[in-house]
């Protein structure tokens, strides 16, 4: 009696022959990925490149370009001024055109004002009235709206001119706030923010005292410790703006 063949044998060496070539396949698709991020990587930390500049640097590189493009427009403006007075226009003429330059806050101001400073809060601070609820990263630092708020309130109580930190205040400068530094007319500054005004010292404290978005910032200050101080000057000196005047957008400048 004749036995006829097993087949189970050949197709467990077929199951063997396919596991070993999805295994080969596999193995070969891994070393192609590491291939592709090596070439890609070219040698770096793809997580930890330092070529890859950060927004903060950003704005501290353009910063310092605009800081330089501003100081060679000024020296350009006072050669522009000294010719023109050389060309011996009629003297009204020149009386009038100081006059603009005075109301355009292109030329220094000197008188009695008002300094504000404003500052973030310690850190660590917590609360110091009883009842009031711990504060959060952005109860502890000065926003946009509150170097706004006391920009406006001097501009309402008459100032004749306005210095936020070392910079003049034009009719189209803009107070911006990048994360937790202040970006103006192309400048990035950190606090405290100083800012200064020339104009009757009663009626510029009248208006910062008056402005309801301060009453709220002064809370904040009560509650949490952010900084705030108002001083009184008989002599304060205002630079005249150096920058450009050129309108950017409807925003005004930064």
Known sequence: MSIPPEPAP???SGTRIVGRAL???VFALAGLLFYISAQTARGTDLRTDNSLLSLG???RQR???NQQAQSQLADLQTRAQQL???QGHDPADLARLDGLRSGAALEPL??????VTLNDAPPNATARIPGVAEPGVNDLVIHQQDIQAVVNALW???AEGVQVMDQRLISTSAVRCVGNTLLLQGRVYSPPYVVKAVGRTDALRSAVDADPTIRKYLQYVQAYGLGWKVQESGELNLPGYSGTTELRSAGGQQ
């Open 10 to 12: 050949t197709r467990r």
């Open 23 to 25: 295994t080969c396949a």
């Open 57 to 59: 640097d950003v704005i």
């Open 156 to 158: 309402r109580g008459g």
């Open 84 to 86: 023109t007075e050389q």
């Open 63 to 65: 910063s310092a370009q």
């Open 110 to 115: 000197q008188g009695g004002g008002l300094t």
